[in-house]
């Protein structure tokens, strides 16, 4: 029935709307900025974007990371639990938030003490970025839900007229 193949097509649609949320979001948490341990970065901060500092290391590293500029003093501030994210075949792991006063560019460094291959980088808070997950999510249901309805609606139209036509040739006949 043709309602059915619409019931489907809007499920795989829902689906495919949720699919590019979350993998905006997981864009949207990578870092966009990277840098060498020891080296001091310019990065524009916007609170509202809330951003983070993120580490990619094979190995466990003691870092020191400070952060001045911008038109007010940020603050580094420990991320609670532990927050991944894999971009390009790199496993960042976010270890840092960034609480800017207002917006501006910042100079954030970060070093460790270890001898160590280490990269850092600045992206968006990973919590703060599963927005575009949950946006994906409300699209998917209803229009997974709409395709669902017009499946119902139409099978129950058609057995309606097919149990009213068998009547009338029931009693015509």
Request: one cysteine or more; proline letters at 3%.
């Amino acid at each position: 029935m043709v309602f059915w193949g619409v019931a489907v097509a809007c499920v795989v649609a829902g689906v495919v709307v949720f699919a590019g949320g979350v993998v905006g979001g997981v864009a949207d948490a990578a870092p966009t900025r990277t840098f060498a341990s020891g080296e001091s970065v310019t990065v524009p901060i916007d609170p509202a974007s809330k951003a983070a500092v993120f580490i990619a290391s094979d190995t466990l590293v003691t870092y020191q990371c400070s952060i001045t500029g911008g038109a007010g003093q940020a603050r580094l501030a420990k991320t609670a639990g532990t927050q991944t994210v894999t971009a390009g075949g790199t496993v960042w792991e976010q270890f840092l938030v960034i609480n800017a006063p207002a917006k501006g560019d910042y100079q954030l460094t970060c070093a460790n003490q270890e001898q160590a291959t280490v990269r850092y980088g600045v992206g968006r808070d990973v919590l703060s970025s599963l927005g575009g997950i949950a946006g994906g999510l409300v699209p998917m249901v209803l229009i997974s839900g709409a395709g669902l309805l017009i499946g119902i609606a139409g099978t129950i139209v058609v057995l309606v007229r097919r149990s009213g036509a068998r009547k009338r040739l029931a009693v015509s006949g």
